[in-house]
């Protein structure tokens, strides 16, 4: 804030002494007319000659000086807010906020509007009182010409604002939708194709791009229909500034040269005026996009610094933990109670929709629980720092995601980390050899979210990546959704390495290579916890269960009963494959 100050400081002072030197060209005419050509001195024509090319020449630099400092000025606010928009956007995004990347969108057109000198019309502006007192100096009438032409320019400014804001407003809303549908229908480039979707998504587009390109139409209609009658009016009062002042040089009331520097003092008095009105629509844009960030900045508090917690052990508790997504009113998950100590491994099943998605969520602090608490070590997630609390956790998502870039970067989280640590991942993860085969080995380049790489080795280097830097708690959710049978002995034999290492886990899987490496399994039914405990235990509850189906569907006398008042929990219906797993 401070250093924001000292710019504006410093672009007021070049503000300053620009205005003071436009006076140069009004006091040279003054004195061409007045003196020189009274006198018919040379030497004194000359020597204001040389002095006001001088003062030109320092009002030159100073201007250049300027531009200088507001490009400066506008880099030095993104880099400055960029970070902490991009941070927030995040923060946002788990929140269920959809505006993507618009908050840094709307920091380049803010530093566009500083760059552009769009800034200065407001350095300048406050100039324009003293132009006018000048005339007035030099001639009352002539300063009341002046004072009246300014209003009139000042209410053209004013009745153009009000006029289209409104549609301004409208269309930055519109953009920014079309601009979402256009990157969904880029990122599902695949999808689009294969289903021949392209037609239809075009059309959507349209549908709102009109929609923008409307309110951009009107806007810039009653901006063109202003913005021409106001240079009208200025290039009209200039004229008629110069026929006022031959009229009072004619009744001998003013002299020549005060008629010539009144007209260039009014040129230079309604100049921010002008400026304004021919940059409003990027001051409209630029205004939005302030008010946007503004409004984001103040909606989302900054991160409070957290003390740094020693080193968790990784016991993860849930205590009566329930989740309902913000904006819905039922919840996904109730009532959570469960205790992750380290060297177990929990498989938590259930059926689709159930919550296992969520339930990972919250153990990884990505959601905070409407209800209840989640601890690590006892201390609860959110009073963990955020940064430190992801270096020991270990997540790897049902839908793998990775950034472009090589494997290594990838494996690495994005850090510079030995290659040591890097090998030591991929090999724990049983990826190493796999990653040996791509074309570049950790170098390879993996493409813009990984595409150039199939299901199962993005998985197999996400899986590398989660457990990259020792993690205490490794949450995997379905990792075996994309392996063949070679990644998922594979997976089964890191699953069996990190209990041996004594981490905590929780896989979300039902395959029986998942349900073998667990030490208790987790069901969940409509966001309930159904079972919970010893693998052999929940599996024969299970088996019992399903077995008690199969006699009472085997008599029909029974159909009727109460044990079909609700379906009891077979593994089955838990999920589909999960037959194979008992
Ligand atoms: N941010 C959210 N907003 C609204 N509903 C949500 C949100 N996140 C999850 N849900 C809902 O919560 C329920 C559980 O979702 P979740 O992804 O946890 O299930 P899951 O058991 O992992 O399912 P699957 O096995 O199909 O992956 C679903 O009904 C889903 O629609």
């Given amino acids: 804030m401070g250093q924001c100050r000292s710019l504006f400081g410093g672009i007021a002072f070049f503000s300053f002494a620009i205005n003071l030197l436009m006076l140069a060209s009004p006091i040279y005419m003054l004195q061409v007319y007045d003196r020189v050509l009274v006198t018919g001195r040379v030497e004194t024509l000359l020597l204001l000659t040389g002095m006001t090319v001088a003062a030109m020449l320092l009002m030159g630099a100073l201007d250049a000086l300027r531009s200088v400092v507001m490009v400066r000025m ?14 927030n956007s995040v923060s946002t995004r788990l929140a269920g906020d959809g505006s993507g990347a618009q908050p840094l969108r709307d920091l380049a057109t803010l530093q566009g509007f500083i760059s552009s000198q769009g800034l200065t019309v407001f350095f300048d502006a406050p100039w324009t009182p003293l132009f006018l007192a000048l005339i007035w100096f030099l001639h009352p009438v002539l300063g009341m010409f002046a004072v009246g032409s300014a209003i009139v320019l000042l209410i053209l400014s004013v009745a153009n604002e009000l006029m289209t804001r409104t549609a301004s407003e409208n269309a930055s809303t519109a953009q920014i939708r079309a601009n979402q549908q256009a990157e969904a229908t880029i990122r599902n480039a695949e999808v689009v194709r294969a289903m021949g979707m392209m037609p239809r998504l075009a059309e959507r587009w349209m549908t709102t791009n009109e929609a923008a390109l409307a309110a951009i139409r009107r806007s810039s209609e009653i901006g063109a229909f202003v913005t021409g009658l106001s240079k009208f009016i200025r290039i009209f009062v200039q004229s008629a500034t110069l026929g006022l002042g031959a009229y009072l040089v004619l009744r001998g009331e003013v002299s020549g040269g005060a008629m010539i520097a009144s007209s260039i003092l009014l040129g230079r008095a309604l100049a921010p005026v002008e400026a304004a009105m021919s940059t409003w629509r990027n001051f409209g844009t630029a205004r939005i996009a302030f008010y946007r960030l503004k409004a984001r900045m103040q909606a989302v508090p900054p991160e409070t610094r957290r003390t740094r917690l020693p080193d968790p052990y990784g016991v993860l508790e849930m205590r009566q933990v329930g989740f309902t997504p913000p904006g819905s009113r039922s919840s996904v998950l109730q009532g959570i109670t469960l205790r992750l100590v380290p060297g177990e491994a929990v498989a938590a099943i259930g059926p689709s929709a159930s919550g296992k998605s969520t339930l990972c969520k919250l153990l990884t602090g990505i959601l905070s629980p409407s209800q209840g608490e989640v601890r690590l070590d006892g201390s609860e997630l959110q009073h963990w720092d955020a940064d430190q609390l992801g270096s ?14 090589s494997v290594r970067e990838n494996i690495a989280r994005m850090k510079d980390a030995d290659d040591e640590a890097i090998v030591a991942a991929a090999k724990l993860a049983h990826a190493h050899e796999m990653i040996q085969k791509l074309p570049q080995g950790y170098e390879t380049q993996i493409g813009d979210s990984g595409t150039r790489l199939s299901g199962g080795q993005r998985q197999r280097i996400g899986l590398a990546r989660a457990v990259f830097g020792d993690p205490r708690v490794i949450i995997l959710d379905e990792p075996n959704a994309n392996l063949d049978q070679v990644g998922e002995a594979a997976l089964a034999a890191a699953v069996a390495e990190l209990k041996s290492q004594r981490r905590t886990i929780i896989i979300v899987g039902h395959r029986p290579s998942t349900l073998a490496q667990a030490d208790k399994v987790l069901l969940l039914r409509d966001g309930r916890i159904e079972m919970f405990g010893p693998r052999e235990e929940v599996l024969k509850r299970l088996r019992d269960a399903a077995t008690e189906v199969a006699k009472a569907a085997a008599m029909p006398n029974v159909a009727d009963g109460p044990q079909l008042g609700k379906a009891p929990p077979t593994v089955e219906s838990a999920n589909d494959e999960r037959g194979a797993a008992i």
């Fill in 392 to 405: 020991h956790i270990g997540y790897l998502p049902q839908d793998v995601e990775l950034f472009s870039g």
């Fill in 74 to 87: 506008g880099c030095w606010l993104n880099s400055r807010l960029g970070p902490v928009l991009l941070s």
